[in-house]
């Protein structure tokens, strides 16, 4: 079961982070992504973590501006969020899955396990 948290209202420029806990299964054997979806729009990758010590991927729309990372102790996956854009505002979604293929970090399709979303909103 997947926990997504720390959303919440940050004025353009700002910074925020948000957390994905995970509980029933061990973080690090999956690949963990983070998603977003804006009102009335589809939803998009964001970031995502390889299990273990693999590579981190971002959109080119966040890349320079959000850090991924894992704490493995904490079994909790972070997307650090600066510099932030109204654009961002969204609700963002974290998802774990196992075994994926490079070719398909980026589509939802590929995750098996999704929390319940954490609202973000950039005022401008």
């Known amino acids: 079961q997947l926990q997504a948290s720390g959303g919440g209202l940050v004025q353009a420029g700002g910074s925020l982070r948000v957390s994905c806990a995970q509980s029933g299964v061990t973080f690090s054997t999956y690949t963990v992504g983070w998603f977003r979806q804006a009102t009335g729009k589809e939803r998009e990758f964001v970031a995502a973590i390889r299990r273990g010590g693999g590579g981190t991927y971002y959109a080119d729309s966040v890349k320079g501006r959000f850090t991924i990372s894992r704490d493995s102790a904490k079994n909790t996956v972070y997307l650090q969020m600066n510099s932030l854009k109204p654009e961002d505002t969204a609700v963002y979604y974290c998802?774990?899955?196992?075994?994926?293929?490079?070719?398909?970090?980026?589509?939802?399709?590929?995750?098996?396990?999704w929390g319940q979303g954490t609202l973000v909103t950039v005022s401008s």
């Open positions: 998802a774990a899955g196992n075994s994926l293929i490079l070719s398909s970090i980026g589509s939802a399709s590929a995750y098996s396990y």
